[in-house]
């Protein structure tokens, strides 16, 4: 197996502190190669080293013979890779075309002039948002398309250019189960043309399923490359972890307790835009209420109207038996309600603020008075605070000073819980809280989502995975279009009821 691109003893660090140790990773001609670990592993810092984002302390880079120190960025571009990074870097203002072509402009003579050829650039999208099964028109804005539909719009614009390795970070945390098969075939067709993929993903059955080889990081070190016909996913959870997780969703249906009194009742709640139709349900104190169904189908968007993110055209919210006029995210918060976003990066945390301070907004934004703009600021008490939850979450940083978004994707997770259990409430809700986060940290926060119950708090949790929501859940909803189509117990509840549930609404024949 001839290595098209070779980077040999990469180490990197940051202020004195190591991220990589050493590190030897390759890839192949027309090949899939897994890059696994928890998070914090160093699984985007050597991707990035990859693309010419970062310098590496020490080692090479070796690209079709021929020897780098360091790439730029450029460099990297003109060598045939291309990055999808976890956090999506499509422009919302720009449309899918200008995204796809941004910095690229195709051009053309008129009157001895260059101009923007865009005819050329709308054919070309034309052909790219057929291949990755998007079927948006190529003027449409992307700040009017879903996450999915985005995820989609950055791999065609990986692909655009014949790109040689194409490093997929997360690729598959926002997509539908059959964007998912989409996504595989498309990557069998890159195969087919000679491109190289470099997979990184916690969703170790998709490993399984998709790559040739795979490489395991643990704390900044290579611990392991295999073919995956050598591989099982326990081995693989050992390798990456250094240790077995025997029960790798910790709840079990055996261990659910009886819900307490009602907590939270929500009655015909719509949405000013539809999305979400008529929706009625009650949370237990005690309970972890799950809401399954497809991408798009209602949940998150159901979550952000009781949140008071979006507007709703008709509904009550009641809290504790009092009902609440929820306007905006502060008057809930106030109430004693938190949420944990599906949009970690664009919603979750303040991206100026450091580890301290994003802790501690939550419980000071509760207390305060005046919507928000009166009260006292206790630097001593957002010390104790973030010392307290970085502890209690295990948050891999430097100090509680560093920026938040100098952490890995899990970590940052860890401290927007830490946010939330800081400022202490009665209702929780989890918007797919384990959205590219690796197998330990889910495990954490399984464990969390259980403690919180059993200590009286209302859970709610959106989850795309089904195997996740059952296994958390002692009740679980299910969406299509906007509505509850049906409710399970967790000792009713299959996979595949769920899927026909989702799948079919309301004309689901299912006796439950």
Same mark, same amino acid.
Request: charged share 25%; hydrophobic share 45%.
């Given at each position: ?68 120190e360091k790439l730029t960025t450029r460099e990297s571009a003109e060598a045939g890779i291309s990055i999808i990074y976890q956090e999506l870097s499509v422009i919302p203002q720009l449309s899918i075309t200008e995204n796809i072509f941004v910095g690229k402009l195709a051009t053309r003579s008129f009157a001895g002039v260059q101009v923007v050829d865009y005819k050329a650039m709308d054919a070309r999208t034309r052909e790219l948002l057929e291949l ?85 990081l643990k704390d900044g070190v290579a611990v392991a490359t295999l073919p995956v016909a050598e591989c099982s996913v326990d081995k693989l959870v050992q390798l990456m972890v250094g240790r077995e997780l025997k029960d790798k969703y910790l709840s079990s249906r055996t261990a659910h ?125 957002? *010390?104790? #605070? &973030? @010392?307290?939850?970085?502890?209690? =979450?295990? $948050?891999?940083?430097?100090?509680? %000073?560093?920026?938040? /978004? ?43 989502? *259980?403690? #919180? &119950? @059993?200590?009286?708090?209302?859970? =709610?949790? $959106?989850?795309?995975?089904?195997? %996740?929501?059952?296994? /958390? ?40």
């Amino acid at each position: 197996m001839t290595a098209i691109v070779s980077m040999d003893h990469i180490t990197k660090s940051f202020a004195g502190v190591p991220a990589l140790r050493d590190i030897t990773f390759d890839i192949a001609a027309a090949e899939v190669h897994a890059l696994l670990g928890e998070n914090g592993a160093g699984k985007s810092t050597l991707m990035k080293i990859l693309s010419g984002a970062y310098t590496p302390t020490s080692g090479a880079i070796t690209i079709d013979g021929i020897s780098h120190e360091k790439l730029t960025t450029r460099e990297s571009a003109e060598a045939g890779i291309s990055i999808i990074y976890q956090e999506l870097s499509v422009i919302p203002q720009l449309s899918i075309t200008e995204n796809i072509f941004v910095g690229k402009l195709a051009t053309r003579s008129f009157a001895g002039v260059q101009v923007v050829d865009y005819k050329a650039m709308d054919a070309r999208t034309r052909e790219l948002l057929e291949l990755v099964g998007l079927k948006r028109a190529p003027q449409t804005l992307v700040g009017q398309l879903s996450i999915s539909e985005r995820q989609m719009v950055e791999i065609a614009k990986a692909i655009a250019f014949n790109a040689r390795v194409i490093v997929m970070d997360e690729p598959t945390s926002s997509l539908t189960e059959e964007e998912v098969k989409l996504l595989f075939t498309i990557v069998g067709r890159l195969k087919e043309r000679g491109a190289s993929v470099v997979f990184i993903s916690h969703k170790l059955n998709e490993v399984m399923e998709l790559a040739d080889r795979v490489t395991i990081l643990k704390d900044g070190v290579a611990v392991a490359t295999l073919p995956v016909a050598e591989c099982s996913v326990d081995k693989l959870v050992q390798l990456m972890v250094g240790r077995e997780l025997k029960d790798k969703y910790l709840s079990s249906r055996t261990a659910h307790h009886q819900a307490g009194d009602p907590v939270l009742v929500v009655e015909n709640m719509t949405r000013a835009d539809n999305r979400v139709k008529a929706v009625s349900f009650t949370l237990y104190r005690g309970e972890i209420l799950g809401f399954s169904g497809l991408v798009g189908a209602g949940r998150s968007e159901l979550m952000a109207a009781i949140y008071g993110a979006a507007r709703r055209r008709s509904g009550s919210v009641t809290l504790n038996g009092k009902e609440l006029r929820i306007r905006r995210p502060y008057d809930a918060i106030k109430a004693g309600m938190a949420m944990v976003t599906e949009d970690r990066r664009g919603t979750g945390f303040f991206h100026n603020f450091s580890i301290r301070r994003n802790i501690a907004i939550g419980r000071q934004v509760k207390t305060s008075s005046l919507g928000g703009l009166g009260g006292v600021i206790d630097r001593a008490e957002e *010390r104790r #605070l &973030a @010392d307290e939850q970085v502890a209690a =979450m295990n $948050v891999r940083c430097r100090d509680i %000073e560093q920026n938040i /978004v100098e952490l890995s994707g899990g970590n940052q997770q860890k401290v927007i819980l830490g946010r939330l259990l800081a400022a202490g409430c009665d209702v929780i809700i989890f918007d797919e809280p384990t959205k590219g986060i690796d197998v330990g940290t889910k495990s954490a926060i399984y464990t969390l989502m *259980r403690d #919180l &119950a @059993d200590a009286g708090t209302g859970v =709610m949790v $959106v989850s795309s995975e089904l195997p %996740e929501v059952m296994a /958390v859940s002692d009740r679980i909803i299910v969406f299509a279009e906007g509505e509850i189509t049906a409710t399970f117990t967790a000792e009713e509840a299959t996979e595949e009821k769920l899927v026909r549930a989702a799948a079919l609404g309301h004309d689901n024949e299912m006796d439950h």
